[in-house]
């Protein structure tokens, strides 16, 4: 992977991602953050309803846009992280990481998250 790539995914924070919308068929592109945490990329949100997490539940497959210290499109793959103990252990490092003043327990309840493949192009 070029070295430039693995730089933003080690320190950029905000990206754009592009899912197929899962009633329309359409690309919907949005802007969000995510996080590296541990060698491993996740995506997640504030608790409630996300459509872009109903999307990649539908629709595993995503554009993983770089915009901040590089430019690029990396075809990825979404893997819901479901399990309560696998979630509680990365969102408390994500909320840690953010600012530590968030709930955790509602978080492990109620937001969407996804670990993040990217996938050879």
């Avoid at 933003?8 to 991602?17: E, G, K, S, T």
């Avoid at 919907?28 to 872009?52: A, K, M, V």
């Amino acid at each position: 992977m070029d070295p430039q790539i693995q730089q933003a995914l080690a320190q950029d924070r905000v990206i754009d991602i592009t899912t197929m919308g899962r009633k329309s068929g359409q690309p919907r592109r949005i802007e969000i953050w995510f996080h590296h945490i541990n060698g491993q990329l996740y995506i997640t949100g504030l608790p409630g309803h996300r459509d872009w997490y109903a999307n990649l539940v539908a629709q595993p497959e995503f554009t993983f846009h770089l915009k901040q210290s590089v430019q690029a499109d990396l075809a990825a793959r979404a893997t819901p992280i479901t399990e309560e103990s696998q979630r509680r252990e990365i969102l408390a490092l994500i909320i840690r990481h953010l600012d530590g003043q968030h709930d955790l327990e509602q978080w492990i309840a109620h937001s969407p998250l996804v670990a993040v493949q990217l996938l050879e192009s």
